[in-house]
């Protein structure tokens, strides 16, 4: 004969507190187990984009460089695509980790950590070269100093290299990326490069040169 | 009568003990089905309260740890520090210069080291395109600056080059930001390129650190813009 009241109140509150605690585990490990919405620094998503905007960014200014240096218009032509759309893409990249809060840079994580195989070794025996494909400082160079002929196969031949390296990395992201508009910008890398690989080996013939 | 008296006395007396006995009863257990209920009422909540906190907690930590300042480092308001273009000497008001009116053309910061000491109003422009430049005295220990120049040459948008007389033996510096490190392993080096290469204070994302003006002061392919 406990005042009745004094039982409800009681029951009554257990059976709220009980109610809050399960409704705060409940919320907290659901968020836990929801994919996150955006990738982490670690992700091969901004792994990715990291690396591939500094891949790119040389194949740009490779572009630049030979249209410097030759007066070929099927070299000039190929070039001013590459540099634009290698551009635009990397521009692409960086707004996405922009958007998703990322650095462009992880400092002290070597290149393509993402994909499980880390550039490592030391830094002044790669001269510039930082991801493979990459053409070496001496190499652009070299591209500086070349004109006519000579400076339209070495660009074809650093560029069959570069997009070796790139189409390497871009199916990478094809296969581990998380984000649909990244991979299928990944895979159509690896599409228009396959096929400018095609073509360069045709005007590296024509010249009477090989990759 | 007076034993009956004393008999119903009796009575009353073991009734009225048996009821005081009831009544202390029903307090023992009115206070224990409190108690009970309390202890088990502030410690579910404190444990839900726990549980939301942490995860919280976790969030906040990690937004912390992106957003956390550098310790020791100096900023500049951004919208007080010029950006035209001029090709006359400029007066800076720091050393190294972290922004400002300067040189229309950049001075190459692709992983660029430069072994001079370097045009300020050249290097200005390229912290305006995003780069982290790291300048060093006579003072900086020799590993240290063999350890930045590889880490500069592995690192696009940025640049490396001797500053005399500047204060810090070894500094840091970014659009409107600037620091003074211990040494080439101190962990504000990896935090400082993290956060500022490319970083949120760079005045103009996307620009180019390649085709400026280079160590042998020859422009490049994007000269004169």
């Known amino acids: 004969m406990t005042g009745r009241r004094t039982r409800y109140a009681a029951v009554t509150a257990v059976a709220l507190s009980v109610l809050f605690a399960a409704g705060a585990v409940t919320v907290a490990s659901a968020e836990r187990e929801e994919a996150p919405r955006t990738p982490d620094s670690a992700s091969a998503d901004a792994g990715f984009a990291r690396d591939m905007s500094v891949h790119h960014q040389q194949a740009v200014e490779m572009s630049f460089i030979v249209r410097d240096r030759t007066e070929d218009p099927a070299v000039r032509r190929l070039a001013y695509d590459i540099a634009n759309t290698q551009a635009n893409q990397r521009g692409m990249m960086l707004g996405w980790l922009d958007m998703w809060g990322l650095p462009k840079v992880e ?8 994909m499980g195989m880390p550039v490592t070794g030391d830094a002044a025996g790669k001269d510039g070269a930082l991801m493979p494909g990459m053409a070496t400082r001496t190499q652009l ?9 000579e400076a339209e196969v070495l660009y074809l031949r650093l560029m069959t290299a570069h997009h070796k390296g790139g189409v390497h990395m871009a199916e990478g992201c094809v296969q581990k990326c998380s984000v649909d508009i990244e991979r299928d910008l990944a895979q159509g890398m690896v599409d228009a490069q396959e096929s400018e690989i095609a073509l360069m080996a045709d005007m590296l013939r024509k010249r009477g040169a090989t990759a | 009568m007076a034993a009956n008296r004393s008999t119903s006395a009796d009575r009353r007396a073991r009734i009225e003990e048996m009821r005081r006995a009831e009544q202390a009863r029903e307090r023992r257990n009115r206070f224990l089905t409190i108690g009970v209920s309390a202890v088990v009422v502030l410690s579910l909540v404190g444990f839900g309260t726990f549980v939301l906190m942490k995860k919280s907690d976790e969030e906040d930590a990690k937004a912390a740890a992106a957003k956390a300042p550098i310790s020791g480092e100096k900023s ?5 520090l010029g950006r035209n273009h001029v090709e006359t000497a400029v007066k800076y008001d720091m050393k ?10 950049w001075l190459n910061c692709d992983g660029d080291v430069y072994d001079k000491a370097v045009p300020e109003v050249n ?30 040459s592995d690192t696009p948008y940025t640049l490396m080059s001797p500053v005399d007389d500047q204060s810090g033996a070894i500094m840091l510096s970014a659009w409107g ?12 080096v990896d935090a400082f390129f993290t956060k500022y290469v490319q970083g949120k204070q760079t005045p103009e994302p996307g620009a180019a650190c390649t085709g400026g003006v280079g160590a042998d002061g020859m422009g490049g392919a994007g000269m004169g813009q």
């Open chain 1, 107 to 114: 400092s002290g994580t070597a290149p393509m950590t993402w």
């Open chain 1, 141 to 149: 160079d070299a591209l500086r100093e070349a004109s006519g002929k």
């Open chain 2, 76 to 80: 500049w308001d951004a919208a007080k």
């Open chain 2, 96 to 105: 190294p210069p972290v922004g400002g009116d300067h040189h229309p053309v």
């Open chain 2, 123 to 152: 290097a200005v422009h390229s912290l305006e395109h995003g780069a982290v430049w790291v300048t060093y005295t006579k003072k900086a220990a020799e590993a240290d600056v063999k350890k930045l120049k590889d880490k500069v």
């Open chain 2, 177 to 188: 930001k600037q620091v003074t490190v211990d040494s080439a392993s101190d962990p504000r």
